[in-house]
């Protein structure tokens, strides 16, 4: 096993620049999930890793080594594509046994390990059968056991699952955080699907233009956005944004839009104080941190339902307001109908200020 650091890393194609100082620390035995929109150097990052492109500066470590320099096949990485790769001549056994015949192993270490495998991924009954004759999952099983029966210092996981429907991937997701939790061995798992890093990874690196944005635990990633660009992608459905002006009231902050006026709390009051440039904010709020329903309150929100997306377990509720909207996700047995007025009450404890010229996170 071993750790991974990837110090000062650039990675350029041409005058492009697809990894800008990349700075990533993963501990021995963790699960890290390098999270980004497509273009945004994940899969560079993970390629400079696995030895298949150069460094353009910067250095990486596995462990105490410094790998810039090692072929692929030195690097002791063992890692999964997107699009299985396997021999289609090939029986399950055999492409699984293929790395260890190369090794020169011997003909009972390669029955062991792949024994071992195929128990683990459930596929002991497939062993037999040519990559045509299986399905996506079972494909991407075989694929994850070519790796595993290398027994690497690290796993690298280039969109594994992006190929196979909901339900499987949901599956698959499951599956894949408990063999990493089982072998203990490092993995670095590249995704642009937030519901994989979120559910899997022990920390998240979320990337946007070559840009490490945040690196950290998903409930800091979630809870505690740094900046409006993380808080926008994280999540599903996305964040509201608001274009706000603050005003100062007897010592706090009430936050002014043409379609509400809300109190800011004291606690929020004071970090802004000690941050803030200018009066003009964006404000951010989830939709699942706003409540819906018929009756005005003191604190409400006057609005229009726009239309209501029922999602089985949840609706979620497009709303009019004055020169805005927002997006609501509220409990299945919601009535509200298209055209009525609805009344909306904040979170005012959760939700996020975001600095209008950078988007750099108050809170």
């Not at 594994?160 to 991937?169: G, M, N, Q, T």
């Not at 964040?239 to 005003?247: A, G, I, P």
């Not at 089985?312 to 299945?332: C, E, F, R």
Request: charged share 25%; with cysteine; hydrophobic share 40%.
């Amino acid at each position: 096993m071993a750790s991974v650091t990837i110090t000062n890393v650039w990675k350029y194609y041409g005058k492009t620049v697809a990894v800008k100082d990349l700075n990533i620390h993963c501990e021995d035995g963790e699960f890290v999930s390098v999270l980004g929109p497509s273009g945004c150097g994940k899969s560079s990052t993970l390629r400079m890793l696995a030895g298949l492109e150069h460094i353009s500066a910067g250095d990486i470590h596995f462990g105490d080594m410094r790998v810039n320099d090692l072929e692929p096949k030195d690097r002791d990485i063992a890692m999964v594509f997107e699009n299985y790769a396997l021999y289609p001549h090939k029986t399950v056994y055999e492409n699984m046994a293929n790395p260890l015949r190369l090794r020169g192993s011997s003909e009972d270490l390669i029955k062991k390990r792949i024994a071992f495998a195929a128990e683990m991924l459930e596929i002991e009954h497939l062993l037999q059968r040519k990559p045509m004759e299986l399905s996506g999952g079972q494909k991407q099983r075989t694929a994850i056991g070519r790796a595993i029966v290398r027994e690497p210092k690290l796993f690298l996981f280039d969109e594994p699952i992006a190929h196979l429907d909901a339900k499987l991937r949901a599956r698959m997701r499951g599956e894949l955080k408990l063999m990493q939790r089982r072998l203990g061995t490092t993995m670095i798992y590249v995704t642009h699907d937030q519901l994989e890093a979120m559910s899997m990874a022990d920390r998240i690196a979320v990337m946007h233009n070559g840009v490490l944005q945040q690196l950290g635990t998903p409930q800091e990633i979630y809870n505690h956005p740094v900046n409006e660009w993380v808080a926008g992608f994280v999540g599903e459905p996305p964040m509201n944004f608001f274009d706000c002006e603050l005003v100062e009231e007897g010592g706090r902050f009430v936050l002014v839009h043409p379609a509400f006026r809300q109190m800011v709390s004291e606690a929020q009051s004071a970090l802004l104080r000690g941050a803030l440039r200018g009066t003009s904010v964006r404000m951010g709020i989830r939709p699942d941190q706003i409540s819906i329903g018929g009756k005005s309150t003191v604190e409400s929100v006057a609005g229009t339902i726009k239309v209501t997306e029922p999602l089985g377990g949840d609706t979620l509720v497009n709303v009019d307001l004055k020169n805005a909207q927002l997006l609501v996700k509220t409990n299945p047995d919601f009535t509200g109908a298209m055209g009525e007025t609805c009344h909306l009450t904040f979170d005012t404890g959760r939700w996020h200020f975001f600095a209008s010229d950078n988007g750099v996170a108050y809170f």
